[in-house]
């Protein structure tokens, strides 16, 4: 599982910003007690600070899956990687970015693609979902607001 391997060694601290519920893109970091939709799919939330200029914040799913938002010093969600038995709510975590995912997806679907990895690059939207039954693993940024020097493919492999 996600959470058992990600290194917790930071400061804990709130990262509750009003009137926000969740994790997705863009968009404020998952606050508990901010959305009662959200927090029925949550049953673990682990914040923690990281020393490289922006913030990490672990998420347990009710279906087992973890998820880890990676939150830019504006405190939006710049980047989310996952990995567990069943794949993620992507509505919950690409927000307004799910028609872009959706599009993508079907479009696959009719070029005869079934299966195997998705893999999104459109809109400012990178996405790499993988995986099968009972092992899933992928993640997502946004090129826009990956902060500057950040090696985006190291932090998320």
Known sequence: MLLKTWRSGGLLLSLAIPGYASAALGEAPFTPGASAAVDARVSVYKPTQSAQGFRVAGLELNNGTGVLEFVDSKGRVFALRWSGPDLPDMGMLLGPYLP??????????????????????????????????????????????????????????
């Open 100 to 157: 872009v995912f959706k599009a993508s997806v079907q479009a696959a679907r009719q070029a005869g693609k079934r299966g195997g990895p998705v893999a999104v690059q459109s809109a400012g939207l990178v996405l790499l979902s993988t995986g099968a039954m009972g092992a899933f693993q992928g993640y997502a940024y946004l090129e826009a607001l990956v902060p500057p020097g950040l090696d985006i493919q190291a932090l998320l492999n």
